[in-house]
């Protein structure tokens, strides 16, 4: 039974008193724009909780399936070891951290409020309990220290350099989402926390500033997925797409003024094949500009896909604007970080969505996430598929549309995609042509369907020869 709130300040005043500042340690901590000595004590580890709103598992956090249990409730023994075991699953190096503890010991000073919350070393305490230790050295804040001294001192201590090789991707974005929103700093004040090479000099503050505006667009984004899925996407699936997430962001950002309804298709290629875990190396040669060329194309030849597709619509390129805007961060301050300004997504507040072909694949990916079945919609009526082959169809197709697109801008043979696709046509009609011998004598074929699929075939061939005669 873990020790009552009580109990831990009346434990830890009383250690805190009986500190001899000849024989025991200080440590020199940033404390209210000067550098104060706080004292060091030995404190029992049931006397300390971890804290619940660490940034370094938020996300975690937020996306744990027991969620509730922490929020209702955050220094129960349930909740505590709820998130002790968020603590031991967050990062790598977890088991590297016990095995130092257990040779060399507690080398480095925890920090503590008079209550006993740990504003750092949570991961620390969790692993010394798992070894079974007894005790915690730590430095102890004062007895009025407020949340936004425990966040910057956590800035401080955890947030600089270290920042962006311990913290996970979207924790690092969540926490400029509290800066911002919650504590109100500016864009400026932000980069300078969060990375000590930023400087005041206009070229470096420029690029840290550039870091936090984009982190607050792809937080942006990422709150926009999970709302298309109905809250089911946790956060942390996003945590190995960073680059893919950031690159996408880039390219969006740089083309929507110039071509929004290309920058929107870019966006929700890229979506779908992030959700269909598309390699990035792929993943970077989907655009607006290969969609009805490459990437439709596989999508229709697929067995499992391609009757969605029909059912779903045409992609003529359009794009309708859709109501509202995504959840996520609120408006940022100007350039010079002093006020307020355009929002992070989108300064017109317009969203007009994809294609309806891609947008609707998206939809049915992030709203089935998790499920094992996927009812797929055709033109005959919904069927039921494993969500698992769907996923692994679209992964396919996009891959194969994507090594298309590198092959030809390698080989720069666009002269003789033409050929290459009259080619590909003969040998399908061919592969037709031999299926329906073997089936023209069947009562059950839909000789119909396939005397309409012949006539759009021969007029697609009569406008190509018409236009090929014309250019002659």
């Known amino acids: 039974m873990a020790m009552t709130e009580e109990a831990r ?14 024989k025991q340690e200080f440590l020199s901590l940033p404390w209210r724009d000067k550098t104060e000595r706080f004292p060091v004590i030995e404190l029992e580890l049931d006397a300390v909780v971890l804290r619940p709103d660490s940034h370094r598992i938020r996300a975690q956090l937020e996306s744990h399936e027991e969620a509730d249990v922490i929020n209702a409730d955050p220094f129960s023994d349930k909740a505590q070891e709820l998130i002790a075991s968020i603590l031991r699953d967050t990062g790598e190096n977890f088991q590297d951290l016990k095995r130092n503890l257990d040779e060399k010991g507690q080398l480095q000073f925890g920090v503590v409020t008079r209550a006993g919350l740990l504003v750092n070393a949570n991961r620390r305490a ?8 007894k005790y915690i050295d730590v430095a102890v804040l004062p007895p009025d220290t407020t ?11 955890q947030m600089q350099r270290d920042f962006w090789e311990e913290y996970t991707f979207t924790n690092r974005l969540l926490f400029v989402e509290e800066l911002i929103n919650k504590q109100n700093r500016t864009r400026k004040e932000v980069a300078l926390a969060l990375n000590p090479a930023v400087s005041r000099d206009s070229r470096t503050m420029k690029r840290g500033i ?5 982190d607050t667009r792809v937080l942006t984004m990422l709150r926009e997925i999970q709302a298309r899925s109905g809250k089911k996407i946790p956060l942390t699936s996003f945590d190995e797409q960073e680059v893919a997430v950031e690159e996408l962001d880039t390219r969006y950002k740089d083309t929507h003024t110039q071509d929004p309804t290309g920058a929107k298709k870019m966006r929700d290629i890229r979506l779908l094949g992030i959700l269909a875990d598309v390699p990035y190396r792929r993943l970077r040669h989907l655009d607006g500009e290969v969609l009805d060329e490459y990437v439709i194309p596989n999508l229709a030849e697929n067995e499992v896909l391609g009757d969605v597709l029909s059912a779903v619509g045409s ?3 359009e794009v309708e604007e859709t109501e509202g ?23 017109n507040g317009e969203d007009p969505s994809a294609p309806a072909q891609v947008s609707a694949l998206v939809d049915l990916v992030a709203t089935t996430y998790r499920d094992e079945e996927v009812e797929l919609p055709t033109e005959e009526g919904p069927r039921s598929v494993d969500r698992k082959t769907v996923v692994e169809t679209l992964k396919g197709s996009l891959t194969d549309a994507a090594l298309e697109v590198e092959s030809d801008k390698k080989h720069d043979n666009r002269l003789t995609r033409p050929i290459k696709w009259a080619e590909e046509a003969e040998r399908k009609l061919k592969s037709a042509a031999d299926a329906f ?3 023209e004598d069947s009562e059950e074929f839909d000789s119909d369907s396939f005397q309409a699929a012949l006539t759009e075939v021969r007029n697609r061939l009569d406008a190509l020869i018409a236009d090929v005669d014309s250019a002659g």
């Open 325 to 347: 805007e995504p959840e996520g961060l609120g408006p940022l301050e100007t350039d010079d970080g002093s006020g307020k300004g355009d929002d992070p997504v989108d300064g």
């Open 437 to 439: 011998s073997e089936m």
């Open 9 to 22: 300040e009346a434990l830890i005043k009383e250690r805190v008193e009986a500190h001899d500042p000849k």
């Open 126 to 133: 969790a692993a010394l309990k798992d070894l079974g230790k």
């Open 315 to 317: 992609s003529d390129g």
């Open 147 to 157: 949340l936004e001294e425990i966040n910057d001192l956590e800035l401080t201590l």
């Open 210 to 214: 550039e870091e936090v505006e984009q």
